[in-house]
């Protein structure tokens, strides 16, 4: 059986609304539990090709696991390395290169950091080496003491992969213009040290690495919660209705909102129709000149089904009734539209196919998140309910 590796995605999608985990550049936010996700997500995938069983204490874009749960997962599972993964932020901006912590005394971690340092060296571009050569001592009573070194059983190593508040060189690698490949060349750094440390045969990739989903995608929702947000700020900031937001988020308790959680923001429902037509007159024969609708009594027999009034005869009271309705843009009382696309099914891709809509994992991910269903994965289950929402039955 393979090696167990444990693949510690740093921080958690609240980290940086709630707290500090990342910068601000220019008003724009860059949180780092996504540089640490993004290339998290990578190691997971290349090692489990490459025969590693992983386990993420952390999963991507969720809310943060904290310390002390996540070693106690790893201590559980019995894994064989823990792989921390962070970048690094300093008041000095001008800090800067990847930095590699290992506990003091473990030969291990020492041994997987140098190998680090070395493949660092060789296969990632654009950002140097923190403190000499890149590898540090934790030991207790230093600033180095980190948990995620101390209280594993198992060798371990924290990665800061560059400085996030380095703008002038890091943060562009980290978040900026270089930021896909150097997250690539960082995970495919790591998956090839992993290889080394456990002695497996290394192979470098044979598809280009696979494309991260975003926090949107993962959770489903287009707007993340920060603080002090409530469904009636954002739907006011949005102009929508409390109401359409309460339908597009039916799992959501718009009274305990979580910070850094995503929510869906409805498309806007159509504007309510503005009064037309001569709003003065008590004759719905001057009324339907004035919307220039045909007022013979025959098209007034004919709205007045439409409108629910049975058995018209043109009385006062049935005229006042039918322009009443008729002001209040009530509307009329039409057949049930005929069900669209394949009716029999029980494919979502079938019935997709059938109204011609892209049936692809991408986009009925997002169906899936306009229509309420969050963390969407393709399971059966998920696919059979947004079918009974698409359809409306
Ligand atoms: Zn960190």
Request: hydrophobic share 35%; glycine share 10%; proline share 4%.
């Amino acid at each position: 059986m393979g090696k167990y590796i444990g693949i510690d995605i740093g921080h958690g999608e609240n980290t940086f609304d709630t707290g500090s985990k990342g910068v601000r550049v220019n008003g724009v936010g860059y949180e780092e539990h996504h540089f640490n996700a993004a290339v998290g997500l990578i190691v997971e995938k290349r090692l489990n090709e490459l025969g590693f069983r992983t386990m993420p204490a952390q999963a991507a874009y969720k809310a943060d696991v904290p310390l002390a749960n996540r070693t106690n997962i790893y201590n559980r599972e019995k894994v064989d390395f823990v792989v921390s993964i962070h970048a690094n932020a300093s008041s000095n901006a001008s800090a800067n290169g990847m930095g590699i912590f290992y506990w003091k005394g473990s030969a291990d971690g020492l041994r997987f950091a140098k190998l680090f340092v070395e493949n660092f060296k060789a296969m990632v571009d654009g950002v140097g080496l923190w403190g000499g050569d890149g590898i540090w001592e934790s030991y207790r009573g230093s600033w180095t003491n980190f948990h995620m070194v101390r209280e594993t059983d198992m060798p371990a190593c924290l990665l800061e992969l560059g400085f996030m508040t380095n703008l002038s060189n890091d943060f562009k690698y980290i978040f900026g213009e270089h930021s896909k490949k150097y997250r690539e060349q960082c995970a495919e750094a790591i998956v090839k040290t992993v290889c080394q440390y456990f002695g497996v045969a290394y192979k470098e990739p044979n598809e280009p690495a696979p494309v991260v989903p975003t926090p949107q995608q993962v959770n489903g929702g287009n707007y993340k919660i920060k603080t002090g947000d409530t469904f009636y700020s954002i739907a006011r900031d949005f102009g929508i209705s409390v109401q359409d937001l309460q339908r597009a988020n039916p799992n959501v308790n718009h009274r305990a909102l979580q910070i850094g959680s995503y929510i869906v923001i409805p498309q806007k429902s159509a504007p309510a129709p503005q009064p037309k037509g001569n709003m003065n007159t008590d004759s719905i024969v001057t009324y339907l000149n004035s919307i220039g609708v045909d007022s013979s009594f025959a098209n007034r027999e004919k709205l007045a089904a439409q409108y629910g009034i049975a058995g018209y005869k043109g009385t006062a009271d049935q005229n006042l009734k039918l322009l009443e309705l008729m002001r209040k843009g009530k509307a009329p009382i039409t057949k049930a539209p005929t069900p669209k696309g394949d009716q029999k099914t029980n494919s979502l891709v079938d019935y997709l196919k059938s109204i011609g809509v892209d049936s692809s994992f991408t986009n009925r991910k997002k169906l899936a998140g306009q229509y309420g269903i969050s963390n969407y994965k393709g399971t059966a289950a998920q696919n059979s309910q947004l079918l009974v929402k698409m359809r409306g039955h």
